[in-house]
């Protein structure tokens, strides 16, 4: 095939696609398996057994992990103290979803609830240091109440 032939954007693949760091990046496929579904869809190892690259499909969306290198500067986030980063997923029953992940090891970071701007939405954290934000669409909000109630959130939590 020549350059010219060769889409800048594989197939499958989108715009954006988180890349992870795991601390046992091994043992967070086998996770997101059980958690959130995963599929894999292939996995490079080192000379030292750890993964130098691994793709997974959750939905209709890849998510690519490694192992910890330090030598490469490349640390998950337990290795830093945590991570600034969430990674939300939509899914049909978040009920169900959240469940599934706290079976699998996640722990709760804030529970599901019904939120101002029309989702039920709740955020896990995995055994790995990631948080997840997990969320179904339950009604349409205009912009204008989203902003009413969010305003009348920040009241009520400066009153408290």
Not at 87 to 101: E, K, L, P
Not at 107 to 121: C, H, N, S
Not at 137 to 151: F, G, L, Q, T, Y
């Amino acid at each position: 095939m020549n350059q010219a032939q060769v889409k800048p954007i594989p197939e499958g693949m989108h715009t954006l696609t988180p890349h992870l760091v795991c601390a046992g990046a091994a043992d967070a496929i086998e996770f997101y398996k059980k958690a959130f579904g995963a599929t894999e869809g292939g996995r490079m190892a080192g000379a030292d057994g750890k993964l130098m690259h691994a793709m997974l499909q959750i939905g209709d969306s890849h998510l690519m992990l490694v192992d910890e290198f330090p030598e490469w500067g490349s640390f998950g986030p337990k290795s830093l103290k945590g991570s600034p980063v969430t990674i939300h997923m939509y899914v049909n029953d978040v009920d169900a979803a959240f469940a599934r992940a706290l079976d699998a090891g996640a722990t709760v970071a804030m529970p599901l609830q019904d939120m101002f701007w029309g989702d039920r939405y709740g955020v896990l954290q995995d055994p790995f240091g990631h948080n997840w934000s997990l969320a179904t669409h339950v009604r349409d909000v205009s912009p204008e109440e989203m902003h009413k109630a969010a305003m009348q959130g920040c009241v009520d939590a400066s009153q408290t």
